[in-house]
């Protein structure tokens, strides 16, 4: 190697080791990325909105496993909400990747009521009432290819 070559060899390692420590500091020092922001105007009990959102942001991100998590906190502070359920079920089905936990998704849907007449009928709300139409589709009769071509 010639000596320009070591004085560039060098100095890409110093750079690189810069910016790797830069990169831990910021990394450590950072707040939270913040998720994005909701425009939905779902009106949830004061003691749920915050976990919803949380739910639904993380959701919209992809975020399943976080995102079931936030909806069950909701759900336990208030299970009277519908949103915390359906976000649940939601949690559930991946419709990108094909996939759906059947079962689970069909357990939050009893939770309502024993049948779909019950369980809407018991829905006030006009877009409550079609959200959670979409969820008995999701988890209804039939196979996931059928049922995924309704949703």
């Known amino acids: 190697m010639k000596p320009s ?3 560039s060899l060098i100095l ?4 690189t080791a810069c910016t790797s420590e830069q990169q ?5 020092t ?3 990325v913040a998720l994005g922001q909701l425009g939905n105007g779902f009106t949830l009990s004061p003691t749920t909105q915050a976990k919803f959102d949380e739910g639904l942001l993380l959701l919209h991100n ?3 496993e ?13 299970s009277t909400q ?3 359920h359906w976000g649940e079920a939601m949690c559930h089905y991946k419709a990108l990747w094909r996939l759906q936990n059947t079962d689970q998704g069909k357990a939050i849907v009893a939770r309502l009521g024993d049948t779909k007449a019950a369980r809407l009928a018991a829905i006030a709300d006009p877009l409550e009432k079609d959200m959670w139409e979409m969820v008995e589709i999701m988890y209804g009769a039939g196979n996931f290819k059928d049922r995924n071509q309704q949703v």
């Open 24 to 28: 831990t500091k910021d990394a450590t």
């Open 30 to 32: 950072a707040p939270a």
């Open 62 to 64: 992809f975020e399943y």
């Open 66 to 78: 976080d995102a079931l998590l936030a909806f069950e906190a909701a759900t336990a502070l208030d």
């Open 5 to 7: 070559q070591y004085l």
């Open 12 to 15: 890409c390692l110093l750079l």
């Open 82 to 84: 519908v949103l915390t």
